[in-house]
């Protein structure tokens, strides 16, 4: 079996506070409500290891939702790196969504401080999973974010997520298929080559052996 266990460890804010064994570490970032929790649950196989909502960045507000004791450290605070640990010997990393419009404007400041100090100072960090929504168009934050790693040289992976969601063609919607070509064209002009990338869906559990295979070859890199 590839994944044998999983439990959460640390929730902090603080990159200095981050486990300091130095196994090495994913991290999932993406807008609110692009399937980041769910694409946790279903990498690890475990439906309430991370919190998941339908209404964007509610599960902020508890942002480890398997257990309330455990996560007494998380509560209150509405912005927190979490690091699951993985097997014994890694961890993935869950950072808050970017782009929740109601969120308070300090916490906004907040949260790029510490999540852009974790990316430029982490040295166990493997690769950024950058989720990204395929059912819908490509969005500015996203292009931001996605042209902010690559001009920081952050190794990153890109995660289409939702790939699941067919959209009706009368009505104009696109298949995740276009909206993740659009989306590696808008890109191509920050990086010197398009970072790797996966199609994924928490809904099938495609592209789930994909990035665990993808993981474990950038581990023993
Ligand atoms: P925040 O923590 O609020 O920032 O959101 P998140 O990025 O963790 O998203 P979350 O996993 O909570 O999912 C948001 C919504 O999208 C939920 O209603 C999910 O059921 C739905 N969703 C997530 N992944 C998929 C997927 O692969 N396919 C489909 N169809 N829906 C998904
Ligand atoms: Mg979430």
Redesign the pocket.
């Known amino acids: 079996r590839i994944l044998r266990g999983s439990n959460i460890v640390l929730s902090n804010v603080e990159t200095e506070a981050c486990p300091a064994d130095g196994w090495p570490e994913f991290a999932l970032v993406?807008?609110?409500?692009?399937?980041?929790?769910?694409?946790l649950?279903s990498i690890v196989k475990r439906k309430k290891l991370?919190?998941?909502?339908?209404?964007?960045?509610?599960?902020?507000l508890r942002?480890l939702g398997i257990n309330s004791e455990e996560h007494a450290l998380a509560v209150g605070k509405t912005q927190c790196i979490n690091h699951f640990r993985i097997n014994d010997s890694w961890y993935l990393v869950d950072l808050?969504?970017y782009g929740?419009a109601s969120a308070p404007h300090e916490l906004k400041t907040d949260w790029n401080k510490f999540t852009k100090d974790y990316f430029l100072n982490r040295s166990t960090l493997v690769s950024v999973f950058l989720?990204i929504d395929a059912?819908i168009p490509a969005k500015k934050i996203d292009l931001e974010y996605a042209s902010w790693l690559g001009q920081n040289q952050v190794p990153m992976t890109i995660i289409f997520?939702?790939?699941?969601?067919r959209k009706k063609k009368k009505n104009g919607g696109k298949h995740p298929e276009e909206n993740v070509q659009d989306f590696q064209e808008l890109i191509s002009e920050y990086f010197e080559a398009v970072p790797p990338w996966i199609m994924?869906?928490?809904?099938t559990n495609q592209g789930r052996d994909e990035i665990l295979l993808h993981m474990s070859q950038l581990r023993n890199y």
Do not use: E, M, W
Request: proline share 8%; net charge positive; charged share 20%.
């Open positions: 993406g807008r609110s409500n692009v399937g980041k929790s769910s694409l649950n991370a919190l998941t909502s339908k209404k964007p960045g509610a599960s902020r942002p808050p969504g929740y989720l059912s997520t939702k790939c699941d969601k994924t869906s928490s809904v």
